[in-house]
């Protein structure tokens, strides 16, 4: 049984979307979600759906290993951000090479980069008038949305989209298509 610990900042519906899909695999299962946030919504999903969280602070993240303690302990096959909105450090990503990756809102190389996230995105591609959008799963490297693109789905944005209009259609892409990618990478 492969196993996958999930990194969220926030609501976490990709990261309940991602538990549920995982829940009766015989193939991988979602074994830990941490988090940034000791506030996160993530965290009461979790509670729900009886899975493991945790949350840390940015020392135990990025200046000491006590986060990577946890994932050696884990022993993670994937780890998957999931509106994760931190630089992971290059320590964390050496040990786990090619096995962290990160799900975007946007095409990229389009709308990323440091403080595009969520409705920064969805606003800015409604501003700059684009005629459509989609989703980037991607390998995490040392830099911002950078990494190997793994697997883009594409959506239309049409003139009369807000960027409310734009985040429905990034979710609904992120619900169908982020579950089967994971499944495909951490069982291949």
């Not at 609501?11 to 899909?21: M, R, T």
């Not at 949350?55 to 998957?80: Q, W, Y």
């Not at 403080?115 to 459509?132: D, I, K, L, Q, R």
């Amino acid at each position: 049984m492969k196993r996958i610990v999930i990194f969220a900042s926030g609501s976490g519906s990709n990261a309940e979307n991602l538990i549920k899909f995982f829940q009766n695999s015989d193939k991988a299962s979602v074994i830990q979600v941490l988090t940034n946030n000791p506030h996160a919504k993530v965290l009461d999903r979790c509670k729900r759906l009886k899975t493991s969280a945790l949350s840390f602070n940015r020392v135990a993240f990025s200046k000491s290993e006590d986060v990577l303690n946890i994932l050696r302990t884990s022993k993670p096959d994937l780890i998957v951000l999931a509106g994760f909105l931190w630089k992971f450090p290059e320590f964390i990503l050496n040990e786990f090479q090619d096995r962290v990756i990160n799900i975007h809102p946007a095409l990229l190389p389009k709308y990323g980069g440091k403080g595009m996230y969520g409705m920064h995105v969805h606003n800015a591609v409604v501003a700059n008038e684009e005629t459509e959008t989609g989703i980037t799963i991607h390998y995490v490297n040392e830099n911002y949305d950078e990494g190997a693109i793994i697997f883009q789905a594409k959506c239309e944005v049409s003139p009369s989209d807000s960027a409310v209009d734009v985040a429905a259609k990034i979710h609904e892409l992120e619900m169908e298509h982020f579950p089967k990618v994971v499944e495909k990478l951490v069982v291949s």
